[in-house]
């Protein structure tokens, strides 16, 4: 990935690339509620949505306008402009740290093209060389959304919800750091693209198998990061209503929904570029279709985890952080150094 | 011309958020605006190319000390406005004068700009985390140690001071409560 062979970023580049970033999420998150529902569903023997359209693939447009339509409902004794604002920081920096990661294979827009014919499009729309480290840290950002939502509702289950947020997002964001940092060990950079290009002998080369416990340790703390299900404490139906989640309805619900969702993609492409070869070429398969292969591949791994286990007690998710997972991956990164040093 | 612009837009969204911080009387505006400011602080250090000191702000600042004193504030009604009662003339006026003497000697700052040499250049062709952290192994080793060696006295500290009445029940108020071990089939 010599920067010198690609044609030169512009700004109108970027800026295609943002509005191609937000609206293919946005519409993944939404077309990943129907994945999640179908995929639940075969695992538990049934059909799931089957009824509006054909196969059920409209439901994705009947859950729209269900949400479209509610009623948007601000709480009488709630601190308002809060309330209304954390939906928003859940979303926008679920896809603010889309912004570093890469998301499509690069493309120049063909020349018939009006206005925008030309137009080289990157791969990653700000390709700052401290990639990893920016995305952690914009979803360690993520945490205001579910916490500020929870105390701005006047509602003891919010509270509850955002309280679970704090301890659960700050002490496996410990894990995550940790886990990624054996590899970044490795490679001896915190950008994507030298993760790519470190991983371009075939599979063998792939970080994953000199990292497996790295490995593991990520996928587990990105669930708990995502709030997905053995972790998702924050919105545990059947102990705190909907936690953080429980005033919001139509719309503003919509958003933490799509910020989950974006974030889900993240932690997938993270896992996909660091541990699992990135997009480089494997035998026949060409780079785009192997990457879109991985990211899919981890995202059904969230379904398929989330179909087979059940939900944690808060204590013992606080267990599983500190007392195995933390000392894990600290006595991985020791190992690690001490096979480098050798 | 980007950078000016996005130089004076942070700028001005970055001191409105902490005058929010300093005049609100709500509990959640002051923590959110603090929140908000330290994240467009950090974009200060994108702007002069620094993108790890940018990002370390990001992690340490926004994700970790805010997020406790988020933490700290699940124990008050954070939706009601506090009374402050603070009438005390002297410290406005001591910390007023502090503020003037600091931003006159920001605004001075740039007459000397130019006998300003850096003692510990940026070494050419390294990136940032690397520039950062030969700095920190060579010329800052022994304070960078002894802040490793203060976080873990406060660590044992924050340990000692939890665990104290660890096998005191605060719901049945006894003493030398069982503590209930699971066996390993029951955690998982």
């Known amino acids: 990935m010599e920067a010198a062979v690609l044609p030169e970023v512009t700004s109108a580049g970027v800026i295609i690339k943002a509005i191609i970033i937000l609206a293919v999420i946005a519409a993944i998150a939404g077309f990943g509620t129907f994945i999640e529902r179908k995929v639940l569903a075969f695992m538990q023997r049934r059909l799931g949505p089957m009824h509006v359209g054909p196969y059920g693939i409209l439901q994705l447009v009947a859950d729209g306008i269900k949400l479209f339509t509610k009623e948007d409902i601000v709480p009488q004794h709630s601190n308002k402009i809060i309330f209304k604002i954390a939906p928003v920081i859940t979303a926008a920096t679920a896809f603010i740290a ?44 993520g945490l205001y959304g579910p916490l500020l939502a929870g105390m701005a509702q006047a509602n003891k289950w919010g509270i509850i919800g955002s309280a679970r947020t704090a301890i659960q997002f700050l002490s496996y964001e410990v894990v995550t750091g940790l886990s990624i940092l054996a590899p970044i060990m490795l490679v001896g950079s915190l950008s994507l693209v030298d993760f790519n290009t470190y991983q371009t002998g075939g599979l063998t080369s792939w970080i994953l198998w000199q990292q497996p416990v790295a490995f593991v340790l990520f996928l587990i703390a990105g669930f708990a990061e995502t709030n997905r299900t053995p972790f998702d404490l924050l919105e545990h139906e059947a102990e705190i209503i909907s936690g953080y989640a429980t005033e919001y309805s139509g719309l503003r619900w919509g958003l933490f929904f799509i910020g989950e969702y974006a974030n889900m993609v993240t932690v997938s492409i993270l896992a996909a570029v660091v541990f699992m070869g990135g997009y480089n070429d494997l035998g026949f398969l060409p780079g785009w279709l192997m990457i879109i292969l991985k990211i899919a591949f981890v995202f059904f791994f969230m379904l398929w985890v989330r179909a087979s286990w059940p939900h944690i007690r808060p204590d013992q998710l606080m267990w599983l952080c500190w007392k195995v997972l933390m000392p894990i991956a600290v006595i991985n990164v020791v190992i690690t150094g001490l096979f480098m040093m050798v | ?156 500290a924050g340990i000692i001071l939890a665990g104290k009445k660890m096998d005191h029940s605060l719901t049945t108020n006894e003493d030398n409560i069982e503590v209930k071990t699971l066996s390993k089939e029951e955690e998982l």
């Not at chain 2, 520039?131 to 022994?142: A, D, P, Q, R, S």
Request: no cysteine; charged share 5%; hydrophobic share 60%.
């Open chain 1, 98 to 141: 889309l912004a570093s990661v890469p998301v499509f294979p690069d493309f120049t827009i063909p020349q018939w093209v009006p206005l925008l014919g030309g137009v080289f499009v990157p791969s990653i729309a700000a390709d700052i060389n401290i990639g990893i480290l920016f995305v952690l840290g914009m979803m360690a950002a």
């Open chain 2, 1 to 156: 011309m980007y950078e000016q612009i996005a130089f004076y837009l942070f700028s001005v969204l970055t001191i409105g958020l902490f005058l929010v911080t300093v005049l609100s009387k709500n509990l959640l505006y002051a923590m959110t605006s603090l929140a908000a400011g330290m994240v467009l602080v950090s974009g200060f250090f994108f702007l002069l190319g620094a993108d790890f000191l940018g990002v370390v702000q990001l992690i340490v600042y926004v994700g970790a000390v805010m997020a406790l004193y988020a933490f700290a504030m699940m124990f008050f009604d954070a939706t009601k406005d506090t009374k402050e009662n603070n009438t005390n003339g002297s410290w406005i006026f001591l910390l007023g004068g502090l503020t003037a003497l600091l931003l006159v000697m920001m605004f001075a700052a740039p007459i000397f700009s130019e006998s300003v040499v850096a003692s510990y250049p940026s070494v050419e062709g390294a990136t940032n985390p690397q520039n950062v952290g030969m700095v920190l192994f060579t010329k800052y080793l022994i304070p960078f140690e002894v802040a490793a060696v203060m976080l873990l006295v406060a660590m044992i």
